[in-house]
């Protein structure tokens, strides 16, 4: 039987970190089992351990993955609006504050990993993974020191942060009821 290339094994790595990101992303850490990630992309739960240490690890890149999706649709939007920062968040917050991002978990933002995160061990790899990307975030929007620089736009930023991850969850948890598009266009019309 042949032996698979290094390019092989670097492609299954990836598909399983993608599966494990939008099954997280879809159903919690805590409801995603290995041999399901596995199944995804037609391993089994054997070849796990040829690619991750453990779930945890596995996590963690899922996460990362995640906050990478975040970057990469902010980067085409700016890509579509050169120059043009209040049209650039304009057209994330429609995005991020729409039914269909609300609708489609698995392809979403990274803050419905905030619950397990909160759950996490203070050094767990997932925590440490959603800290980076927050950091990341704010130092894409020129924020790179937080211990210094506690600045009004810092502060800003934080709290739009914050109610965006809060609205998407509580819209979420209201599906079905009218509710859900309430808080949407209410938390869009209050971000401007």
């Not at 399983?16 to 992309?41: H, K, Y």
Request: net charge negative; hydrophobic share 40%.
């Amino acid at each position: 039987m042949p032996r698979s290339s290094r390019a092989d094994t670097a492609r299954r790595h990836e598909a399983i970190i993608d599966a494990a990101s939008r099954l997280i992303r879809e159903r919690g850490v805590e409801s995603v089992t290995l041999p399901e990630v596995m199944g995804e992309v037609g391993l089994t739960k054997g070849g796990f351990y040829k690619h991750f240490e453990s779930k945890e690890a596995l996590v963690a890149a899922a996460a990362e993955a995640c906050w990478s999706e975040e970057f990469d649709r902010l980067a085409q939007i700016a890509a579509r609006h050169p120059d043009d920062l209040a049209a650039i968040r304009s057209k994330f917050l429609d995005w991020y504050l729409s039914p269909e991002h609300r609708d489609n978990p698995g392809s979403g933002c990274p803050s419905v990993l905030a619950g397990a995160v909160a759950r996490s061990a203070p050094d767990s790899a997932l925590r440490k993974a959603h800290i980076a990307g927050i950091y990341k975030l704010l130092a894409m929007q020129g924020l790179n020191d937080l211990e210094t620089d506690p600045d009004e736009r810092q502060d800003h930023l934080l709290s739009e942060i914050a109610t965006l991850g809060g609205a998407l969850m509580m819209a979420r948890a209201t599906v079905g009821d009218p509710l859900s598009e309430i808080i949407l266009s209410a938390v869009r019309r209050s971000l401007g």
